[in-house]
């Protein structure tokens, strides 16, 4: 079955230091990955999305990710983080329908 | 500006109870979806639709029903309420399988 692990349920990071959240995904042939992020009490909305290309893939709010397909990873990183991006983030792959990973929250401290 | 609306944020209902979650989208979308999310488990598909009165199982569709009868409208049924039901239900909608999905606001559905 096709899945998508996040390895990280909850990570803390101070205000304006660099955050990596980790993404895996079970090989297949076709890969397309996303990330969305949830405020609280809200929907989900996309952050970005790798369908084909450039493995390196910016979105919104000044997040971006790397695809790996050697390592099956889709890490997703923002240089500078700040209070607003406390959020939880989940990555999704696309097989027949989408399947999500369990989130990880990221929490910004002043 | 895109939207997906849910007809109730909260809901509080009994056991046994039969229970209708709407979901409403403006975008002239062909899919539609219904998720229940839970701490440390994501997002687990319930039922999918792409095209008025289709309706494909997910993963998880045991306890549920849905109902596609016009495009813009996807309701998710709960016929007989359980405690272990109680979830944040999700509603999504796509203009095709890999475009992006637009999310609602969330029913944060609690069955006591």
């Known amino acids: 079955a096709q899945s998508v692990t996040q390895l990280d349920s909850q990570v803390p990071v101070f205000e304006e230091a660099p955050v990596e959240l980790r993404c895996n995904y079970s090989s297949s042939v076709s890969v397309y990955l996303f990330w969305y992020v949830q405020y609280p009490n809200q929907g989900l909305q996309l952050l970005l999305k790798?369908?084909?290309?450039?493995?390196l893939v910016k979105g919104i709010n000044g997040f971006e990710a790397e695809f790996n397909k050697s390592q099956t990873s889709f890490h997703l990183r923002k240089p500078s983080v700040h209070i607003s991006d406390t959020a939880e983030y989940f990555c999704a792959r696309w097989f027949q329908n989408f399947v999500f990973g369990p989130g990880t929250r990221l929490s910004v401290l002043p | 500006d895109v939207k997906v609306t849910q007809s109730s944020r909260y809901l509080v209902k009994r056991t046994g109870e039969k229970v209708f979650l709407e979901c409403v989208q403006d975008?002239?979308?062909?899919?539609m979806f219904w998720y229940r999310q839970d701490p440390g488990l994501g997002l687990r598909l319930i039922y999918f639709s792409y095209d008025v009165k289709m309706k494909e199982k997910g993963d998880i569709p045991e306890g549920y029903s849905v109902s596609r009868e016009k495009k813009e409208r996807f309701s998710l049924i709960l016929e007989s309420a359980s405690t272990n039901q109680t979830s944040m239900y999700l509603c999504?909608?796509?203009?095709?399988?890999?475009?992006?999905?637009?999310f609602g606001p969330g029913t944060r559905l609690t069955v006591t």
């Open positions: 790798y369908l084909s290309g450039s493995t």
């Open positions: 975008m002239d979308h062909e899919n």
């Open positions: 999504a909608s796509t203009p095709g399988g890999l475009g992006e999905q637009y």
